[in-house]
């Protein structure tokens, strides 16, 4: 079971506001098939406040046809819609069920295959949720999060237990629903960002394949900082600039010095500005940090001999290994020092952004993204043997069935390199050579779009 941490704000309903609060109730076993946490949660900010008592738990098994689902009580929180990140669409789906519609707001993401959302929502399902729980009862799923709230703080063991057992009832049906569609069915879509990537990725040529992430985003913030809206901004704040300090100048001493100043400070601020534009803009939905993203990936894809896979189908074929967060990008191809070919994966672990509706976060705290070696052994006792040797500092595996991923985190995205993913798959490699030859993993050689980590999804 994937580590769930209710202080991280890995849904919308788990936004605190300044002045909101989390107090743990329990943890770990919540109820037969569920672990994860019991809490009493605040929202509070301004003269806005809402109590609720919420229950977060994971899910894994259905990342890959429903990344974000929210289904909230109208009359808790009439209707209010979560943020919504700029390349991102929250769309709202209708049951045929007039209660239901008349209790729920039920939205997706844009992209969702609205056949398994109506899968998902059995007659058994919804009939369940118009008639069995209690007032207020609403659920988020987020990457790999399940979130249940109820209003109020409950102090009540019996009414705590209860929530607990809808909460595990609820994760029960999910997981059942995700486990009978096909391995390519269902799978979320992203063709649509996709166009916009392959639109923006043109702006900017590299005759070599960018080094890092930075470099490849640093090209593109230039190619912004040239964009008509980001000088006309730069120049506006240099009019401002000038005004600040070149009047008061001029008044104190005489207007020659006060015509020097203004023009230094005319120029700070048009160059500051323009930095700090440029690093905002858009080219249609596509920010710039997106884009140096793609093109680091693609152009260590390229210069590697690897190819890239659809992210969401690696999470339907794997939907039962443990990772430390969502696929970002699936490059397939042969593993350094091992005889066979495997998966080289980047993970995004940054929920809170889709919650915030921010692409990109910074911390220290804690490592919001992952690369990994996917690779497929003979048996899965050589896979476990794997797992409990000796590995290299910083190194982790994680073992379902014959499949190993070999992973290492990373503070954030774009803090990824091509020597860091060249010495990950080298140290994987040396670890796969160790074992028996096996059969290659199988690999899709489609080309799908990748969510923000710590850029986003």
Known sequence: MASVDANREVTPALLRGRDGSLAVLREGELAPGLEGQLCQHVFADGGERRDSTVVLTAVPEGVAFAPALVCRDREELGGERPAQLPSERW???ELESAEFNRRYLLLSLAGQDPLYVRELFTPATIAWLAAEVPAGFSFELNERFLLVAVPGHRQDAAELDELCALAAELARRIRAEAAEEGEGTGLFDESEKLAEIEAGLAKVHFEQPPASAGIAVEAFRERARRQPSVVLRALLWGIVGLGLLG???????????????????????????????????????????????????????????LREENRWRFHSRHRSLQLPGTAAHVLAGPIPAADRDGLFVTLGDAAELRSQGVEVAYTTDRPLAAIAVVA?????EQARQLAAGELP?????????????????????????????????????????????????????????????????
């Open 376 to 380: 497929e052994l003979a048996d899965p």
């Open 247 to 305: 009047v008061p100048v001029a008044l104190l001493t005489n207007p020659f010095f006060g015509l020097i100043a203004g023009g230094v400070a005319a120029y700070l601020a048009f160059w500051v500005a323009s930095i700090m534009t440029a690093a905002r803009y858009r080219w249609g939905r596509i920010s710039v940090s997106r884009l140096g993203l793609e093109a680091f990936m693609r152009g260590y894809a390229d210069s590697r001999g």
């Open 91 to 93: 769309q709202e789906t």
């Open 393 to 457: 500092e910083g190194l982790r595996v994680e073992v379902d069935d014959a499949t190993v991923a070999i992973w290492r985190p990373v503070l954030g995205s774009l803090l990824f390199t091509a020597k860091g993913f060249d010495e990950l798959r080298a140290e994987a490699g040396r670890l796969l050579a160790g074992v028996e030859p096996a059969r290659n993993l199988r690999t899709e050689g489609s080309r799908a779009a990748p969510g923000g980590a710590s850029s986003p999804p």
